[in-house]
Nanobody, 112 residues
Framework: QVQLVESGGGLVQPGGSLRLSCWFS?????LGWYRQAPGKERELVASFTRRGDGNYTDSVKGRFTISRDIAKRTVYLQMNSLKPEDTAVYYC?????????WGQGTQVTVSS
């Protein structure tokens, strides 16, 4: 059974930074970060290319960085220069085909 545990969210002022972590219970090579803002559909924010480079949705390019530690079964999302529109619940899951099981997510709120 797949388990995905996200952490690291919180309340931050615009321009601030957060680092999210996601632990996964099996060796999933391709995990990415998704987010869901209130009233909006879940969207893929960051993932890895086949070479292991980061791939980002346009709205976060240059501000977010995805990384991973396979030995620790952990994927990270470093988020800098945060904006109010980044407010959402952030989830990790497989890319491009997410598992049916999702973690609880971690809330990120960007507000002054």
């Amino acid at each position: 059974q797949v388990q995905l545990v996200e952490s690291g969210g919180g309340l931050v002022q615009p321009g601030g930074s957060l680092r999210l972590s996601c632990w996964f219970s099996i060796s999933v090579f391709s995990l990415g970060w998704y987010r869901q803002a209130p009233g909006k559909e879940r969207e893929l924010v960051a993932s890895f290319t086949r070479r292991g480079d980061g791939n980002y949705t346009d709205s976060v390019k240059g501000r977010f960085t995805i990384s991973r530690d396979i030995a620790k079964r952990t994927v990270y999302l470093q988020m800098n220069s945060l904006k109010p529109e980044d407010t959402a619940v952030y989830y990790c899951n497989s890319v491009p085909h997410p598992y049916d099981t999702w973690g609880q997510g971690t809330q990120v709120t960007v507000s002054s």
